[in-house]
């Protein structure tokens, strides 16, 4: 093996029901299942070259050499594509990510799916899309739906095996869009990792994971029906739960800022007012706004207004992971 090469795409996506808390944190299977949408406007570019003469992986990110934590991470990942393939040539990686420009959205998703994808195909692994969404797991958990197409559920499993995601439902059978509002925050939030292993120390934690198949249950019919109202009361549920566990667990996990709370309640109001709109959010202070396609200006310009957004990002589903 000399120089082998391939590049890949692939999309971040935004939950509905939420994945937090794992059974196995090297493995990353989670201790509930989760159904989220690929965000079709944003996309993160890799590029996987491996080379005979390197002592060791090579990482860039947005044309920035990458050492640490982020490195050895990303390294350890090839570990487990080198494994699959049973080689040991090391690898030159060039990821960017093509976001509008604005701070605060997290790549790993679209990174990791995007790495899987190129880095199997480069060591000349032929997987299929649930071996693909397997392996993007085993980098950052999310990334397991950043494989499938348009509104994707990850089955929780009890195995590596079993344990990605599959596609509900492609990007064109339903146009709703992610109205992202940004927020300002100076703070550096904890890893989504770290708080992972805080889930179980939240006395809300095990009767929010007891209750996920109903939440599950509701969401992906309502995914399957287009029923706007059922997909926006459950989803709004399910992020508030994960965030009163994130708030009481040991130590209390605190990702909200002041306008966080000032776009939940806008966004509630607009929704008693009849605007079809409702709010999700992750590990961070952004929110995301989903809403059909139809209202989207009206919600954009009802975000813009509020003081705390500092500005709206706007994207419908996305397909799949793909090669270039
Ligand atoms: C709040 O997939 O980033 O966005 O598996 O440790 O990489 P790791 O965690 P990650 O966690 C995502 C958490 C979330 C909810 C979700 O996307 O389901």
Redesign the pocket.
């Known amino acids: 093996m000399s120089n082998f090469t391939a590049t890949a795409i692939a999309h971040p996506?935004?939950?509905f029901?939420?994945?937090?808390g794992?059974c196995d944190a090297s493995l990353?299977l989670p201790e509930n299942g989760?159904i989220?949408m690929n965000l079709g406007a944003l996309e993160t570019r890799v590029t996987v070259t491996f080379d005979s003469h390197l002592e060791q992986d090579e990482l860039e990110i947005n044309q920035q050499v990458v050492l640490g934590e982020r490195f050895h991470r990303i390294s350890e990942f090839m570990d487990v594509i080198r494994k699959l393939a049973h080689k040991k040539t090391h690898a030159r990686i060039e990821s960017e990510n093509k976001f509008p420009m604005a701070a605060g959205l997290?790549s790993?998703?679209s990174a990791?799916a995007a790495l899987a994808l190129a880095g199997s195909k480069a060591i000349g692994l032929e997987l299929d899309e649930p071996s693909l969404s397997r392996l993007a797991?085993r980098?950052?958990?999310?990334?397991c739906?950043s494989i499938p197409a348009g509104f994707v559920e990850w089955n929780a499993g009890t195995s590596d095996r079993s344990s990605f995601g599959s596609s509900l439902a492609g990007p064109e059978h339903w146009d709703l869009v992610d109205c992202i509002a940004l927020v300002k925050t100076t703070e550096k939030m904890l890893?989504?990792?770290e708080?992972?292993s805080l889930a179980h120390t939240s006395p809300l934690q095990a009767s929010r994971v007891k209750d996920a198949p109903r939440r599950l249950e509701i969401c992906r019919n309502a995914i399957l029906q287009k029923d706007f109202d059922s997909l926006a009361v459950i989803s709004e549920v399910d992020s508030l739960w994960?965030h009163a566990v994130m708030m009481t667990s040991i130590p209390a996990l605190m990702y909200w800022e002041p306008a966080t709370i000032q776009i939940l309640k806008a966004v509630a109001t607009a929704r008693n007012e009849g605007l079809s709109v409702f709010a999700t959010v992750?590990?961070g202070p952004n929110v995301h706004v989903i809403t059909p396609k139809s209202n989207m200006n009206e919600a954009v310009a009802m975000l813009q207004s509020l003081p705390g957004v500092i500005k709206v990002i706007v994207s419908p589903a996305g397909g799949r992971a793909y090669l270039v």
């Open positions: 996506n935004i939950a029901i939420k994945y937090w794992v990353h989760s989220s997290a790993s998703a990791f797991r980098g950052s958990g999310s990334a739906r890893s989504s990792k708080g992972h994960m992750d590990a």
